[in-house]
């Protein structure tokens, strides 16, 4: 290994995550006069820049835009703190942070960092399916992102699982593509009343709740799927793709190692009127916290109210 | 007075005031199926609909925005409530709120009306400057919008009278018009550094700490003002015009009268997580709340929380 990875580049505000959280957070801190740096891929994410809305084929409920893909959404969000000298993006992974002194060492897999204060705004990854054949078929008929993958299932029959309004919307950008698209929910589907209606009305989707999904079969690739309904049993449905849409985990492994609290779901707790954690200098804003009503939009002002926090932490305890 | 006034019309969510807070909630509230009104003069507002940011030059820190003017903002964020029809906005003043039986009513200057949950988004109004010529000159010199008024002070001497970022932000709107411009602080002059900087070399502008303004004299319209400066005693300054940024006060009388508990500012005590008040099915947002950071897109965010829970209010409760 060369020198300079042991020499520490210096921030005041480091931010864990390149999501709209993120993004929004490093642009206030600028405005703040914050010297601050983004890490794009922390914690094993596998996201592009502009995080998870990324992901998502039209965002209507950020205040601003009536209707916009959440691509070009994060674009903006990107390109305005990139509007501030102060703000640096890295597409770094962290591997591991330290705090010495009142001060945190952030090491990423190609170089290392000091900086005076953290935000985590890490997000979530999607939560897997534990059952035959999911792993074996990932990439091959199982999938998590629809936007994505979705176009791969023109005019065939596939299956959504999970009853959550992402599930929902899940499906029905599927059905652009797919012929017929089944929601199946082990419990109730409750999205959002307007995407239940739209659902409803969508002659493609087949809403099937109190299903449990117990096996994915193929050969090369899915083929069909095993399930289990209550009072009806087991039966088996030809589907060609399976879009698992059943939560997420949070990603606080690496705000856990500095001692930052959370709770039973692994979510860091955080003062919901600072973004403040138990640990000082460090804050968390967005997907990966105990906030239960998350949006883009709540995330990405608790990554603005996150950095006013960091720059009032900065000025007054340092 | 006619007999339909007496009929009440019914909603799932009233909310008092139309700015950017209250708009947003809004249309988060169709998104969710609720009936919503939004009553865009409530407690004596003297501001359009769009709210404060209307009056706001530029804004740079809305994410998403890299740079808008606050007018322009503020009718998107309209425009993308007015996009449900369930959302009805009405610029008319409440005049009275009662609770009977688990359902509000309201009165305004034109109508009544019943709603299972209110949200209070009222913003604060101007602190008034309590001094002799304050009141005489108001509108003749005094003025308390620097983008309303700023344009009548071409080529003249005028005070910006205030030390937060606000203050500062007026003067160097006020920049572009005036040709010198006083900001007289009682204590000390404490804006955004990005707001300093700028203050600083803008070579039009100076800066005063420790300065109390004492009198506005003027005959038709203001002509000078005498302060009084810590160890330097009092002296007269030649201006035409004073702005007045001396801060705000929240306007939650209506609150009050419904049992809502404030602070010692008058400020709505809410639930950061999730903007409900003491008082259930009220939930207050945005400026007129006890959260210390207050921009457009901490109100916009919360009023999107407070919609979320008052739909689940009305679902759970109901």
Redesign the interface.
């Known amino acids: 290994m060369k020198k300079e990875i042991a020499k520490s580049s210096a921030y005041d505000f480091l931010v864990m995550g390149a999501g709209?959280t993120g993004?929004?957070a490093a642009?206030?801190a600028a405005?703040?006069?914050l010297k601050t740096l983004v890490l794009g891929k922390s914690n094993g994410s596998e996201l592009p820049v502009g995080g998870v809305i990324t992901t998502t084929d039209s965002v209507?409920?950020?205040?601003?835009?009536?209707k916009i893909s959440g691509f070009e959404?994060a674009k903006?969000?990107e390109?305005?703190a990139r509007?501030y000298p102060l703000v640096t993006i890295k597409e770094e992974e962290a591997v591991k942070v330290e705090k010495k002194a009142g001060i945190f060492f952030v090491k990423t897999s190609k170089s290392k960092y000091k900086t005076k204060t953290i935000l985590f705004a890490t997000g979530t990854k999607w939560r897997k399916l534990d059952i035959p054949g999911s792993k074996e078929f990932e990439n091959k008929g199982v999938h998590y992102c629809a936007l994505c993958d979705g176009p791969l299932f023109r005019n065939k029959t596939i299956a959504v699982v999970g009853g959550s309004d992402s599930a929902v919307k899940d499906a029905l950008l599927l059905s652009k593509y797919a012929k017929k698209i089944y929601i199946l929910a082990r419990g109730r589907i409750h999205p959002?009343?307007?995407n239940l209606e739209r659902a409803k009305h969508d002659k493609k989707i087949e809403m099937m709740e109190d299903v449990n999904i117990k096996e994915i079969r193929g050969k090369e690739s899915v083929t069909s799927i095993i399930i289990d309904r209550t009072r009806k049993g087991k039966n088996e449905i030809n589907v060609e793709g399976v879009f698992v849409a059943i939560g997420h985990i949070p990603m606080s492994e690496l705000a856990k190692s500095l001692g930052v609290k959370t709770d039973e779901k692994g979510e860091i707790i955080i003062?919901?009127?600072?973004s403040e954690t138990n640990v000082r200098g460090v804050l968390a804003a967005g997907d990966v916290t105990n906030?239960?009503?998350k949006?883009l939009?709540?995330g990405?002002?608790?990554?603005?109210?996150a950095a006013?926090?960091a720059h009032e932490f900065i000025m007054k305890d340092n």
Chains 1, 2 share one sequence.
């Open positions: 709209g993004l929004a642009m206030y405005r703040l006069g209507e409920n950020y205040p601003g835009f009536a959404l903006k969000i390109e305005h509007e959002e009343p307007i003062n919901h009127e600072t906030k239960e009503f949006q939009i709540t990405v002002a608790d990554g603005c109210t006013y926090y």
